[in-house]
C-alpha cells in the first residue's frame, strides 16, 4: 500500500456505484482510494488504518451497519477523519440532525450524485482536513519548541 497518500473510503453496498465512484476519484492527487460493498469490512479496514484516512464516502442505507452507524463508529475511532454520507432517499431524522450538527457527517451528496458535484466535495474536504493536520502538526512543534 502506498503510505504517502491519504486514504479514501467509498462505502455502498452497489458495486456499480464504488467502483464508478473510485474511477472518478481516481484522478484526484495524493489520494488513495479503497472500495467496500460491505460496511463492516470497510470499518474493520478503516480501524487498521485510521490515522491513514483522510475521508470516508458512505451511503445511507446498507445492509448490517447504516451508513450513520458506520459514521458514528468512525468518528468515536478518530475525531479527525472526514465524513459524506450520500443517500437517494430524503431524510426526516432526528439522528441524522444531530451528526450534522455535532460535526458526525461532515458533508451530504443526494444520489443521483453529479460527478463535479461529488470531486468537489472530495477536494474541499481534503483540504479541510489536511489543513487541521498541518495546524495540529504546528502546533505540536510549537509545544516541543516551548519545552526545550
Not at 455502498?12 to 467502483?19: C, F, K, Q, S
Not at 460491505?38 to 451497519?65: C, Q, T, W
Amino acid at each position: 500500500m502506498v503510505t504517502s497518500k491519504w486514504l479514501v473510503a467509498i462505502v455502498d453496498d452497489e458495486l456499480d456505484i464504488v467502483n464508478l465512484f473510485r474511477d472518478y476519484l481516481d484522478g484526484i492527487k495524493g489520494i488513495f482510494v479503497f472500495t467496500f460493498t460491505d460496511p463492516l469490512i470497510a470499518f474493520d479496514h478503516f480501524v487498521g488504518n485510521e490515522y491513514k484516512y483522510s475521508l470516508v464516502i458512505s451511503d445511507l442505507r446498507m445492509p448490517g451497519l447504516s451508513g450513520l452507524e458506520l459514521i458514528k463508529k468512525i468518528k468515536n475511532e478518530n475525531p479527525s477523519v472526514r465524513t459524506l454520507l450520500m443517500t437517494a432517499f430524503e431524510i426526516d431524522d432526528p439522528v441524522f440532525e444531530e451528526y450534522r450538527k455535532k460535526d458526525i457527517i461532515n458533508d451530504f451528496i443526494q444520489k443521483p450524485v453529479r460527478f463535479n458535484d461529488l470531486r468537489s466535495m472530495v477536494k474541499k474536504n481534503l483540504s479541510i482536513y489536511k489543513n487541521f493536520k498541518n495546524m495540529s502538526k504546528s502546533r505540536n512543534h510549537q509545544e516541543k519548541k516551548s519545552k526545550d
